[in-house]
């Protein structure tokens, strides 16, 4: 898989795991609500969603928080950590 394609692997599965693991008042059910609860320009979504950049240290802290006992870790390691070492 090139760099491109694990970015927005990467992106897929931050959606997935938010929409149907996490629950968040509101709803986070938008690349603009992602942002927000991330605190992160959506720009920033935007280019990992299109595979133009890597996600950032703040992307992988905050989902590492936030889905903690939800999602095992070598799963986030695959997705979010391993593919951009």
């Given at each position: 898989?090139?760099?491109?394609?694990?970015?927005?692997?990467?992106?897929?599965?931050?959606?997935?795991?938010?929409?149907?693991?996490v629950n968040s008042?509101?709803?986070?059910?938008?690349?603009?609500?992602?942002?927000?609860?991330?605190?992160?320009?959506?720009?920033?979504?935007?280019?990992?969603?299109?595979?133009?950049?890597?996600?950032?240290?703040?992307?992988?802290?905050?989902?590492?928080?936030?889905?903690?006992?939800?999602?095992?870790?070598?799963?986030?390691?695959?997705?979010?950590?391993?593919?951009?070492?």
């Amino acid at each position: 898989m090139d760099r491109k394609q694990s970015r927005m692997r990467a992106y897929g599965y931050i959606v997935k795991v938010v929409k149907t693991r996490v629950n968040s008042i509101p709803p986070i059910d938008s690349d603009e609500g992602l942002a927000d609860s991330m605190d992160v320009p959506i720009a920033e979504i935007e280019n990992l969603k299109m595979g133009r950049s890597d996600p950032s240290e703040k992307m992988v802290s905050w989902f590492v928080d936030i889905t903690e006992k939800l999602v095992p870790k070598s799963e986030i390691e695959n997705y979010l950590i391993n593919p951009f070492r």
